[in-house]
């Protein structure tokens, strides 16, 4: 308990960049931690653009119940191309001292991460959450969102192929992935599709679609599906191209933005209330550096922030291996 002498720390939330499933998980456990442990928390509306006009709202036990269900983010989210000036970064530190943050909790990706850092550079402690569909943080195993994002895309594209196997086509299927590819391959290992298509491996038009068509056409199949992600070169029109090749009346499918919504899974509702207490817990302990919360190893885990966001990506080709292996 906090003496009445003592000045509650006050604490800011904020969820930047794309929403991503299990965001309010991560605000409902890390509000209520915060003040099972003695301090005050306030939402700060839309992120980081949020920061730099002071909208925020009081969140106390009350307001972030009956949100764990909900997909999206309770306190709303965007992208600010303001903040990432000089001149935007010295405001919302200013911003911070003003509104009495004494630290400030940050749920989302790698850019997300990296404005956190410089937020820290001029005095105010971050703590990190990875909050992402693309699962794309190299410093952690798992980011909020990606299982459910995945799930929704493998329930979409089942529903697909029923139209495929009923009329004997090909599907070219778009998920999110802008520069990485672990959503389409979670994807294409689920559904067990033809061939993954992604940025981190350059493909072979020939060799990649033409021969693997072929190939299965050859053992009986007569429905295909290539799972692609959306940042990858070479797949637009790809489903044109296919046709113009094999004479199968091919098709594009893009999955869009229904992958980053709807009720979050088990998973990421556990691991976001397991992310958002060991913030909390960190911030009650009084340690004074910025640090972003990790999966390692099947445990949630901390490691200073800025070591964090300079660990390079290394893409695990495995599941990208077995899947032509086994989807034949």
Known sequence: MVSNNMKKKRIGILTSGGDAPGMNAVIR???RACISYGMEVKGIIRGYNGLL???FTDLDIRSVSEIINRGGTMIHTSRSKEFATEKGLERAAENCRDMGLDSLIVIGGDGSFRGACELSKRGIQCIGIPGTIDNDIPATDYTIG???????AVEMVDKIRDTMTSHDRCSVIKVMGRECGNLAVGVGVATGATGIIIPEIKFDFEKDVIERIEFTKSTGKKHFIFIAAEGAE??????KRIEECTGINSIECVLGYVQRGGSPCAKDRITGSEMGESAARILKDNHKDSKMIIYKNGAVEDIDLKTGIEIKSKFDNRLYNLSYIISI
């Open 29 to 31: 456990a890390a509000t």
């Open 146 to 152: 990606f299982d459910t994002a995945m799930n929704t």
């Open 234 to 239: 070479g797949v637009d029109n790809l489903h």
């Open 53 to 55: 006009k002071k909208e």
